[in-house]
């Protein structure tokens, strides 16, 4: 059974790219007539296989997709990419020994650590166990926070908000802080949001936690057009 996706121009985009946000995708560049590329096609395939869907193999037939092929800038095949997160960040020219190939993909993929089980299992018990190891891992951190968020209590969204105070901030992050602070609140329908909007507004300048609660319940709103407007309201009392 073949483990390699053929890819064409057409859905490069989708299976490599879009692919590579979730896991570590090769990209194999070659041609019928190349005779290294035949002999490591089935390296690929074999090492590939060992990691037992860690690792998605894409292969490209440089003469049927010249798009692809521009896009690598390719001058001599066969070639090889490791493609993450949308980017090339390894890759290497002309056919190698297994041995060779499998010390580039434990390079690629590395084998998971004991605490990237444990993110993996994403029970509270495991999550706390890699933190134990790994105090500052932020997906470890960010898991167990919507763990405590989803279990509703004031304790666990107190220690949610805590355990974020460990990493940057990002769109993810504001997120689940706001639902820790507001997220039974947002829960509540658009008129008692709505309400308690207007509410709040009259306090945001002098009261620094109602100018807190009004911004994180509009993070939980999302994009509802309705926001565009609350935040023009805010900005017309602050200043």
């Not at 019928?32 to 590939?48: A, D």
């Not at 997709?65 to 002309?94: E, W």
Request: charged share 30%; proline share 5%; with cysteine.
């Amino acid at each position: 059974m073949t483990v390699a996706i053929d890819v064409t121009d057409a859905t490069f985009e989708e299976e490599v790219l879009e692919r590579s946000t979730q896991v570590p995708v090769v990209v194999d560049l070659w041609a019928s007539w190349c005779g290294p590329c035949r002999m490591l096609g089935p390296i690929l395939e074999k090492v590939v296989a060992e990691r037992d869907g860690e690792v998605v193999l894409t292969k490209v037939d440089v003469d049927a997709n010249p798009r692809v092929a521009a896009s690598f800038q390719v001058q001599s095949i066969p070639a090889v990419y490791a493609i993450r997160d949308k980017r090339v960040v390894s890759s290497f020219i002309g056919a190698q020994p297994e041995p060779a190939v499998r010390a580039w993909m434990t390079e690629v993929a590395p084998a998971p650590t004991e605490v990237d089980e444990l993110i993996a299992a994403g029970d509270e018990a495991s999550l706390r166990k890699a933190l134990a190891l790994e105090p500052a891992n932020e997906k470890a951190i960010i898991s167990l926070s919507s763990l405590l968020i989803e279990r509703g209590d004031d304790e666990g969204k107190q220690e949610a908000l805590q355990l974020l105070q460990r990493v940057p901030e990002t769109a993810e992050v504001r997120h689940l802080q706001a639902q820790a602070r507001v997220g039974d609140e947002a829960a509540e329908g658009d008129g008692a949001v709505d309400a308690k909007l207007d509410e709040l507004l009259d306090r945001v300048k002098e009261d620094p936690s109602a100018r807190q609660e009004y911004l994180d319940l509009l993070e939980l709103m999302g994009d509802d057009p309705k926001v565009a407007e609350y935040r023009k309201a805010l900005t017309s009392k602050l200043f």
